[in-house]
């Protein structure tokens, strides 16, 4: 198998500085693939290739479209090329269900997989995605769990439990609504723990400004 040549992996996004770009390139990247009816399941700073030099034939811009409102395209051209590696796990959306729960890193796997659904599809990707760019903007996982259970918990600590219960003060403590991972929490016997939800601004700080339009 022969790829094209990139000097760096995961380790120039964290040094790069430029985020807004690289999430650019990552979910244009990610639009073209489940446009034409792919998802990858496995997206990690591993995967997420960088070459020095830019390689911008035309303007993808303007068919910019299914993800155009979580990122902000960039103001200048870009100065180098991103990419996105290994395609080992990837499936057709279309496939035969159920899929296999054990795919994707674990500290990138979206709650339903980690709940063992048999049935998902492109938006595993995304919240992957929103995983890796608070960690390369942070240089810290944002769910770095030990296992599975662990990893739920780690979900919980910064999203909010499932469910719109309020504290004493009578605010807003959960995380929302989520009848289908309730659902499949009950299947195995795993209770979420009650923990309310994280403001993004307390996990990112200084480097806020590059998630105004937050990816999960």
């Not at 004493?168 to 659902?183: A, D, H, L, T, V």
Request: proline letters at 6%; aromatic letters at 10%.
């Amino acid at each position: 198998m022969l790829r094209a040549y990139c000097e760096f992996d995961r380790l120039s996004l964290k040094n790069g500085g430029k985020l807004t770009v690289c999430r650019f390139q990552i979910l244009s990247g990610l639009e073209h693939i489940h446009a034409h009816g792919f998802f990858h399941r496995d997206i990690k700073p591993e995967n997420i290739l960088v070459s020095t030099s830019a390689h911008n034939p035309h303007d993808s811009s303007g068919s910019f479209r299914r993800y155009s409102t979580l990122v902000t395209p960039p103001s200048t051209p870009p100065t180098y090329t991103v990419k996105i590696a290994d395609f080992g796990l990837a499936r057709e959306t279309s496939s035969k269900l159920p899929y296999t729960t054990y795919v994707s890193t674990r500290w990138y796997r979206a709650p339903e997989v980690l709940l063992r659904a048999g049935e998902y599809s492109a938006p595993v990707d995304i919240w992957a995605v929103g995983a890796m760019a608070v960690e390369v903007a942070t240089l810290k996982p944002l769910f770095p769990g030990g296992n599975e259970v662990d990893q739920v918990w780690r979900v919980c600590e910064v999203m909010g439990s499932p469910g719109q219960w309020v504290g004493r003060n009578g605010k807003k403590m959960g995380g929302g609504e989520w009848r289908e991972g309730s659902r499949l929490a009950g299947r195995l016997g795993f209770s979420f723990p009650r923990v309310r939800l994280v403001l993004i601004l307390s996990i990112t700080g200084s480097v806020a400004r590059h998630f105004e339009r937050p990816l999960a």
